[in-house]
């Protein structure tokens, strides 16, 4: 099977967390967008429920297949989440963040009783870093956090889109930083966290509640032991 096909082997598999009159978190990414699609075909079918998008590119996505879509200000508790990630290991930590999407995503992920990650089988590694870690920062800090990121021995590079530095859905900059291999991503996680200047970064820990990886016709889940 090829990527794609893998891909959306997985969002598929995905769709048995959803239920009607569920609240659903609606991910990002070309794997997420394989579950807003399958969705949009269950709710043109009859299924029932309203969907919370994580990204400006996945509600119109939604909202091009119909599916109904709500708000923090309507509800604060999210049933279920179908993300994808651009790392997962078996600890069920992720890097997230290709796309851009990260603070938004993992805003809806913190609300979710249920967070499903679906994946291609590239996307399952044995130690999180070779992708690199997005980091979503205010300009003005720029090259503060710049200074203090490159200090822990990454390597740091402003995020550009059409030759001007990319803007997120919520006005802030990107930058990527590459670690090499993250052995202790819970640690790393936390001194982002505590950076002055730093939005969000793309370290998802203890969020994952399911990971469904698709490799060949076969979709392996993995659940975490807490669900």
Avoid at 164 to 188: K, M, N, Q, W, Y
């Amino acid at each position: 099977m090829t990527h794609d096909q893998e891909k959306e082997a997985a969002a598929r598999a995905s769709l048995r967390f959803v239920r009607g009159g569920d609240v659903v978190g609606l991910g990002s990414g070309s794997t997420a967008a394989y579950a807003v699609r399958l969705l949009g075909e269950q709710v043109r079918a009859g299924l029932k429920i309203c969907g919370i998008p994580t990204s400006t590119q996945t509600r119109e996505l939604a909202t091009s297949l119909g599916i109904p879509l709500t708000t923090f200000d309507a509800v604060q508790q999210i049933d279920v989440t179908i993300d994808g990630a651009d790392e997962v290991d078996s600890q069920f930590r992720l890097i997230k963040g290709g796309g851009g999407a990260l603070l938004h995503e993992k805003v809806v992920a913190s609300a979710s009783r249920r967070l499903v990650i679906v994946a291609d089988s590239t996307k399952f590694v044995p130690v999180l870093g070779n992708f690199p870690l997005a980091i979503e920062v205010i300009s003005f800090a720029e090259p503060v956090v710049k200074k203090k990121i490159e200090a822990l021995s990454a390597s740091v590079e402003l995020r550009h889109s059409n030759g001007r530095p990319f803007v997120t859905d919520e006005g802030h900059h990107i930058i990527d930083c590459s670690f090499g291999e993250i052995p202790d991503a819970p640690a790393l996680a936390r001194v982002l966290s505590d950076m002055p200047g730093v939005v969000e970064h793309g370290l998802f820990i203890n969020m994952a509640s399911v990971v469904l990886i698709a490799r060949g016709h076969e979709v392996m889940e993995l659940v975490r032991k807490d669900e």
